[in-house]
C-alpha cells in the first residue's frame, strides 16, 4: 500500500477512536516519508499524529508535532521568499505546491496549537491561535472546506475546555456559532463530517447536562449515540451513553444510571480515556453508595480520584474530595472529613480560574460536616431521624456550638447564591438556578437554624425567603419518589451558565 493509502487508513482508525494502531501506522509512515524526501507527506504524518496525541492528552507529543511542522514551514517560507538559496536547488516542488503547503500546515498548526491550550486551560490563547487558523491567507478552493472543518471542531475543542473550568458562560458564544454547523455537518453523511457532529453533540450535550439543561440535552446525546453507532464508532457510542447517565442522574433516575454506566464502561476503559473512566468510576461510587455499600463506593472514588490526579484535572480531583467525605460523615470520622475538604479547598486555592460558586459549595459541604458531627453529639437516630431530648449534658452543649459553625457556614453560601437567582431576569433561567443551586443549599441552611434552636435566625431566614419568593418547580414522580439526599450533588451539582 501507498504512503497515501496508509494515511487514509490510519486516518479511519484515529477517526474510531482506535489511536494506537493509528499511531503504529504514523510511525512507521514518517521514517518513508523522509527517506523519500517527502516534506509535504512529513507534515501530513506530523499533523495526524499531534491530532492523535491530543486526544489521549500526550501533550508533549502535541506540542514536538508543532514544533516540527513550524519548523519544515519556515524553511520553505525563507526560500519563497529567496533568503535560502541554497535549499532552493535542492526542492523539487513548484511554487504553488510550496504555497499550498505552507498554506496548510500553518492552518493545521494552528488547529492543534489552539486544541492543545484549551486542553491545558489557556483559553485567550486558544482563541489566539483560532484567529491564525481562521486568517492564514490562501486562496486554495481545495483547502476550503478542510480549514472550516478545523475552525469548527477548533471551536469544540474550545469550547470543551471552557467547561471542563467551569466557565459555562464564556462558551455559550462559541455554542451559539457550532449548533448550526454541526446541523450541517449532520446532514454531509461523510466520515469527517460525521466525526466533527458527533464530537460537536457529545460536548454540547455534556454542556447541557452540566448546566441544568436536561431536556436541551437528551436529543443532541441520542442523534450522537445513533450517528456513532451507525459507524460502529464504539468509544463515541460509549461516550453518549455516559453522557445520557449523568443525564439520568441529575433526573434522580437511579436505575436508568447504572444501566447506562454498565453499559457505556467496557469500551471506554478499552480505549483508556482517563477522564471518562474516572467520571464512570464516579457514577459507580455513587449508585453503591445510594445502596449503602460504602468501602465499595469509597473505593469506586478512589479510582476516580486517581486517574484525575493522573492526567491534572484539579477541580474533579477538589470535587471527588468533596465527595470522599461523606464516606468519613457516614463513618462518623468528621476529623478526616474536614481534612478532604481542607484539601479540596487547597486546590482550588492554588488553581487560577476558581469561582465563587466552588467556594459557596465547599464551604456548605464543610457546615454538612459540622452539621453532622453536632448530631451525633447529640445521639442521632439514623433510622428515625429522633434525636434524645437531654438539654443539660456535655453532648447537648458541644453540639450547640457545633451547630453554630455550621450555620457561620452554610447559611452566608446560601444567601450568596440565592443573591444570584434574585438577579436573574428570565423566569426559566431564574428557575433552573433554584432547582440546581439555591434550593438545596437555603434547604441546609433552614435545618441547621432550626436544629440549632436559634429562632430568630430561623425567622429570618422564612422572612427572606418569603420576601425574594418560594420555589414552584414541580418534580416528576421519579425525583419526587427518590430523591437522594445532599451527597447525590456534591461532585455532580450543575453549574447554570446564568450565575455568571
Same mark, same amino acid.
Given at each position: 500500500m501507498t504512503i497515501i493509502g496508509d494515511l487514509e487508513r490510519a486516518r479511519h482508525l484515529a477517526l474510531a477512536a482506535k489511536e494506537e494502531a493509528a499511531k503504529e501506522i504514523l510511525l512507521s509512515l514518517l521514517?518513508?516519508?523522509? +527517506?523519500? !524526501?517527502?516534506?509535504?507527506?512529513?507534515? &501530513?504524518?506530523?499533523?495526524?499524529?499531534?491530532?492523535?496525541?491530543?486526544?489521549?492528552?500526550?501533550?508533549? =507529543?502535541?506540542? +514536538?508535532?508543532?514544533?516540527?511542522?513550524?519548523? $519544515?514551514?519556515?524553511?520553505? %517560507?525563507e526560500i519563497r521568499s529567496g533568503r535560502r538559496p541554497d535549499l532552493a536547488a535542492r526542492v523539487t516542488m513548484s511554487e504553488a505546491e510550496i504555497d499550498h503547503l505552507i498554506c496548510r500546515y500553518t492552518r493545521r498548526a494552528a488547529f492543534l496549537a489552539a486544541g492543545l491550550a484549551a486542553a491545558s486551560g489557556d483559553h485567550d490563547g486558544a482563541a489566539a491561535s483560532l484567529d491564525t487558523l481562521i486568517d492564514t491567507p490562501g486562496d486554495f478552493e481545495d483547502l476550503a472546506i478542510e480549514q472550516r472543518g478545523l475552525i469548527c471542531y477548533a471551536r469544540i475543542l474550545m469550547a470543551r475546555g471552557l467547561c471542563d473550568d467551569d466557565m459555562y458562560a464564556d462558551s455559550v458564544p462559541i455554542w451559539a456559532v457550532l449548533l448550526d454547523q454541526l446541523e450541517e455537518y449532520a446532514g454531509a453523511g461523510d466520515p469527517?463530517?460525521?466525526?466533527?457532529?458527533?464530537?460537536?453533540?457529545?460536548?454540547? =450535550?455534556?454542556? $447541557?447536562? &452540566?448546566? *441544568? /439543561?436536561? !431536556? #436541551?440535552?437528551? @436529543?443532541?446525546?441520542?442523534?450522537?449515540?445513533?450517528?456513532?453507532?451507525?459507524?460502529?464508532?464504539?468509544?463515541?457510542?460509549?461516550?453518549?451513553?455516559? #453522557?445520557?447517565?449523568?443525564?439520568?442522574?441529575?433526573?434522580?433516575?437511579?436505575?436508568?444510571?447504572?444501566?447506562?454506566?454498565?453499559?457505556?464502561?467496557?469500551?471506554? %476503559? #478499552?480505549?483508556? /480515556?482517563?477522564?471518562?473512566?474516572?467520571?464512570?468510576?464516579?457514577?459507580?461510587?455513587?449508585?453503591?453508595?445510594?445502596? *449503602?455499600?460504602? !468501602?465499595?463506593?469509597? +473505593?469506586?472514588?478512589?479510582?476516580? &480520584?486517581?486517574?484525575?490526579? &493522573?492526567? #491534572?484535572? @484539579?477541580l474533579h480531583i477538589h470535587r471527588i474530595l468533596l465527595q470522599r467525605s461523606w464516606i468519613s460523615i457516614l463513618r462518623g470520622d468528621f476529623a478526616v472529613a474536614v481534612e478532604k475538604v481542607a484539601q479540596a479547598r487547597e486546590l482550588l486555592d492554588s488553581y487560577p480560574r476558581h469561582s465563587w460558586l466552588q467556594y459557596a459549595r465547599l464551604d456548605d459541604q464543610l457546615g454538612n460536616i459540622w452539621r453532622a458531627d453536632a448530631l451525633a453529639d447529640l445521639g442521632l437516630d439514623p433510622a428515625t431521624g429522633a434525636v434524645p431530648g437531654d438539654v443539660d449534658g456535655p453532648g447537648y452543649r458541644r453540639a450547640m456550638s457545633k451547630l453554630r459553625q455550621a450555620a457561620d457556614l452554610k447559611v452566608p453560601a446560601a444567601l450568596a447564591v440565592d443573591a444570584v437567582r434574585y438577579a436573574i431576569p428570565d423566569a426559566g433561567a431564574r428557575m433552573r438556578w433554584a432547582r440546581c443551586v439555591s434550593a438545596p443549599l437555603l434547604a441546609g441552611a433552614f435545618a441547621v437554624a432550626k436544629e440549632w434552636g436559634n429562632t430568630v435566625l430561623l425567622t429570618e431566614l422564612i422572612e427572606y425567603h418569603s420576601a425574594r419568593g418560594a420555589f414552584t418547580a414541580e418534580l416528576s414522580e421519579k425525583q419526587a419518589g427518590s430523591a437522594p439526599g445532599a451527597w447525590a450533588a456534591t461532585a455532580t451539582a450543575a453549574v447554570p451558565v446564568e450565575g455568571d
Open positions: 521514517a518513508q516519508a523522509e +527517506e523519500a !524526501d517527502r516534506d509535504d507527506l512529513a507534515c &501530513e504524518v506530523l499533523a495526524q499524529l499531534a491530532e492523535v496525541y491530543l486526544v489521549r492528552t500526550a501533550y508533549d =507529543g502535541v506540542t +514536538e508535532g508543532i514544533r516540527r511542522i513550524r519548523e $519544515c514551514l519556515s524553511s520553505y %517560507a469527517e463530517s460525521d466525526h466533527l457532529f458527533v464530537n460537536g453533540a457529545l460536548s454540547y =450535550g455534556r454542556f $447541557c447536562v &452540566e448546566t *441544568g /439543561r436536561l !431536556d #436541551e440535552a437528551q @436529543p443532541w446525546l441520542r442523534r450522537a449515540e445513533a450517528r456513532a453507532g451507525a459507524r460502529d464508532w464504539q468509544l463515541a457510542a460509549a461516550r453518549a451513553q455516559l #453522557e445520557r447517565a449523568a443525564a439520568r442522574w441529575s433526573d434522580g433516575d437511579i436505575a436508568e444510571t447504572q444501566t447506562l454506566v454498565h453499559q457505556a464502561y467496557p469500551a471506554i %476503559a #478499552e480505549h483508556v /480515556r482517563a477522564h471518562d473512566v474516572s467520571r464512570s468510576w464516579l457514577y459507580f461510587g455513587l449508585i453503591r453508595f445510594r445502596m *449503602g455499600a460504602l !468501602d465499595e463506593a469509597d +473505593e469506586c472514588w478512589g479510582h476516580a &480520584e486517581r486517574h484525575w490526579r &493522573e492526567i #491534572e484535572k @484539579p
